[in-house]
T-cell receptor, first 115, second 116 residues
Framework: AQSVSQHNHHVILSEAASLELGCNYS??????LFWYVQYPGQHLQLLLK??????LVKGIKGFEAEFIKSKFSFNLRKPSVQWSDTAEYFC?????????????FGSGTRLSIRP | DAGVIQSPRHEVTEMGQEVTLRCKPI?????LFWYRQTMMRGLELLIY????????DSGMPEDRFSAKMPNASFSTLKIQPSEPRDSAVYFC??????????????FGPGTRLTVL
């Protein structure tokens, strides 16, 4: 069965620090991978996605993620965080050829940025 | 594009009452999802539809929960009778689905349900 693990539940950083949030998935076939962000009091929004091709994916707001197939990982990175990046971040996976677009979400990582 | 529309945005009700949450997906999307988000359990998929047909309702907590999608532009999630432990934010999301080659889900603003 598909599963997604986000090992960091809460990360606290200072502004300008570099960020890396871990995401590991378990799935036996072709996968599509996502990172969603939920700002305080708002709904989830797509940050970036990987379907195929270049394993280094660039998203909005300076975020990027690297798909490493051998490690079943899709870690999210940002070289220099800002206070406005305070949010909850969800990694998600779906099967590439499933009969419907069911996405499995990780438990989320709460990111707090100290000004 | 108006995005996914949910109503009401906030609902406060008393235990035992019936609650109906509504969702209008993005026009042209053929998959619709209902999620529940709580501090304790995070984001849980309750049920999803593809072309108006329920595909997987294994996440529905119990018989008090039911969902319908009578047409491509409308879905409801009903809780009857409601209980305090049902208090959560309920999100609806839609996507183009596999046939269109896109798997991104677009989320609505959510309905914050409080059951007293």
């Amino acid at each position: 069965a598909q599963s997604v693990s986000q090992h960091n539940h809460h990360v606290i950083l200072s502004e300008a620090a570099s960020l890396e949030l871990g995401c590991n998935y378990s799935y036996g076939g072709t996968v599509n991978l996502f990172w969603y962000v939920q700002y305080p009091g708002q709904h989830l929004q797509l940050l970036l996605k990987y379907f195929s091709g270049d394993p280094l994916v660039k998203g909005i707001k300076g975020f990027e993620a690297e798909f490493i197939k051998s490690k079943f990982s899709f870690n999210l990175r940002k070289p220099s965080v800002q206070w406005s990046d305070t949010a909850e971040y969800f990694c998600a996976v779906s099967g590439g050829y499933s009969s419907a677009s069911k996405i499995i979400f990780g438990s989320g990582t709460r990111l707090s940025i100290r000004p | 594009d108006a995005g996914v529309i949910q109503s009401p945005r906030h609902e406060v009700t008393e235990m035992g009452q019936e609650v109906t949450l509504r969702c209008k997906p993005i026009s042209g999307h053929n998959s619709l999802f209902w999620y529940r988000q709580t501090m304790m359990r995070g984001l849980e998929l309750l049920i999803y539809f593809n072309n108006n047909v329920p595909i997987d309702d294994s996440g529905m907590p119990e018989d008090r929960f039911s969902a319908k999608m009578p047409n491509a532009s409308f879905s409801t999630l009903k809780i009857q009778p409601s209980e305090p432990r049902d208090s959560a934010v309920y999100f609806c999301a839609s996507s183009l689905g596999e046939l269109a080659g896109s798997y991104e889900q677009f989320f609505g603003p959510g309905t914050r349900l409080t059951v007293l």
